[in-house]
């Protein structure tokens, strides 16, 4: 089975940038539904963006214009770059990879089966 790995958070401040990774091992994230989601404590998993096999992306309403989420197949690496950062986007920050189940859709991200162990994004002046 598909193992994630995130990594690329950090402490910035309110306007500031960060580009997260995962980088995917064991399987290929070629082709597949992917996603990236986000937990803030005492608050659900929301799912933020996704690409779809056909790499195309979708946003929730409280990232779009702001991140953007790609992947490089060939470092079979999934990446979500972070602009203006807001104290709003505080939070531990996870990869998904859809293998069978919920549409692909970004409210679906925080279903998908296979998940990271999380990385910590915390955004404060």
């Known amino acids: 089975q598909i193992q994630l790995l995130e990594s690329g958070g950090d402490s910035v401040r309110p306007g500031g940038s960060l580009t997260l990774s995962c980088a995917a091992s064991?399987?290929?994230?070629?082709?597949?539904?992917v996603g990236w989601l986000r937990q803030a404590p005492g608050k659900e998993p929301e799912g933020v963006a996704r690409?779809?096999?056909?790499?195309?992306?979708e946003y929730s309403a409280s990232v779009q214009g702001r991140f953007s989420i790609s992947r490089d197949v060939a470092k079979n690496t999934l990446y979500l770059q972070m602009n203006q950062l807001d104290v709003d986007d505080t939070a531990t920050y996870y990869c998904?990879?859809?293998?069978?189940?919920?549409?692909?859709?970004?409210?679906?991200?925080?279903?998908?089966?296979?998940r990271g162990q999380g990385t910590q994004v915390t955004v404060s002046s």
């Open positions: 998904a990879v859809r293998e069978s189940g919920p549409a692909c859709f970004v409210p679906n991200v925080p279903s998908f089966k296979r």
């Open positions: 064991v399987r290929t994230i070629s082709g597949k539904c």
């Open positions: 690409l779809t096999g056909l790499d195309q992306p």
